[in-house]
C-alpha cells in the first residue's frame, strides 16, 4: 500500500529473526501452560520488514492468525525451544524481535502419561523458571545487531507504565524496548494497539492504531538506529 511504498525497501538485505506467540510448556501429552498472546504483534513485524526488503525469519510459538508468505517459519512449543531456535538465528541476524510471550515458568515435571484424578483431591504444581531468551540474546549479541524486546505492563498510571518500561529497558540491556499497556486484558489478540518506543534515553515515539501500521513504525525506530550507528 501506499506506506509501504513510502518506505520503499529500506531493509534490504536485512537479515531479521522475530519471535511471535505464546509458547506452551507441557504438563502431560495433552496439558500446558500457556498464555494470551496471539502473535499477531509478532507476525505484522514479520510481514512489514518482508515487504520493506528483509529477509525474514519468524519463530512461531502459538499463533492464531497465518504466517504471511515470503517468510521463513520455524515452529516451536516450549520457552526451552525457543530460546535454541533463536540461538541458533541469531549469529546470521542483523535485527531480532522478541515479540513472542514466552512463559516464565514451566512444571518442574512433566508426565509421560496423561495425568489421573486422585480421588476428590486437589493438584499440586511445582514450577521452575524458564531461560529469559531476551536476555541471553543481549548477552550474545554480536557488535552492529539490533535486538527489540516488548514490555506488557500494567500500572495505575501512564507514569508508572512508562517507569516500568525504562526499567525493563535497562534491566533487559536491549536496543529498543516496545512499551504495551495490558490494564484490562486489551492487546492481546486485538489486531489495534498503541504503544510507546523507547530507547536507553527515554521515549523515541508512540503508536497507536492497527498492528500492522505499528510495526512499520518499530521498524522506522529500527531503521534510524542502524543508520546512526553505522
Ligand atoms: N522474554 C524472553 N524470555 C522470557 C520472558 C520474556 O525473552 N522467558 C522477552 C519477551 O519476548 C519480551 C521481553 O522479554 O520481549 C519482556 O517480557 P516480559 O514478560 O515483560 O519480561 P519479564 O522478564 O518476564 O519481566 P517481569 O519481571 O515483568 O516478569
Known amino acids: 500500500g501506499v506506506v509501504e511504498a513510502a518506505r520503499g525497501r529500506d531493509l ?14 507441557a504438563l502431560d501429552p495433552v496439558r500446558y501452560l500457556t498464555n494470551a498472546s ?47 531456535a533463536m ?16 512463559a516464565d515458568y514451566t512444571p518442574a515435571q512433566r508426565s509421560e502419561l496423561k495425568l489421573k484424578k486422585n480421588g476428590d483431591a486437589g493438584l499440586m504444581v511445582e514450577f521452575n523458571q524458564t531461560t529469559d531468551v531476551l536476555a541471553a540474546l543481549v548477552r ?22 512508562l517507569a516500568l518500561g525504562r526499567a525493563k529497558l535497562a534491566r533487559k540491556g536491549c536496543d529498543l524496548l516496545v512499551l504495551n499497556d495490558a490494564s484490562g486484558g486489551a492487546v492481546f489478540g486485538s489486531a489495534d494497539n498503541a504503544v510507546t518506543i523507547l530507547d536507553p534515553s527515554g ?26 550507528t553505522r
Request: aromatic residues 0%; charged residues 15%.
Open 12 to 25: 534490504a538485505g536485512v537479515r531479521l529473526a522475530v519471535s511471535a506467540g505464546g509458547t506452551r510448556e
Open 203 to 228: 521515549v523515541l515515539a508512540q503508536a497507536s492504531g492497527a498492528k500492522n501500521l505499528i510495526a512499520h513504525r518499530i521498524l522506522d525506530a529500527v531503521v534510524h538506529l542502524k543508520g546512526s
Open 38 to 84: 496471539s502473535g499477531r504483534m509478532g507476525l505484522a513485524v514479520a510481514r512489514a520488514a518482508s515487504l520493506r526488503g528483509a529477509e525474514v525469519t519468524v519463530v512461531a510459538a502459538a499463533i492464531c492468525a497465518p504466517v504471511p508468505s515470503g517468510v521463513d517459519v520455524v515452529q516451536v512449543e516450549s520457552t526451552s525451544d525457543l530460546a535454541a
Open 87 to 102: 540461538a541458533s538465528l541469531a549469529p546470521t541476524s542483523d535485527v531480532i524481535v522478541m515479540a513472542a510471550a514466552p
Open 140 to 161: 550474545a549479541r554480536p557488535a552492529g545487531q539490533v535486538i527489540v524486546g516488548f514490555a506488557a505492563e500494567t500500572a495505575a498510571n501512564p507514569d508508572e507504565l
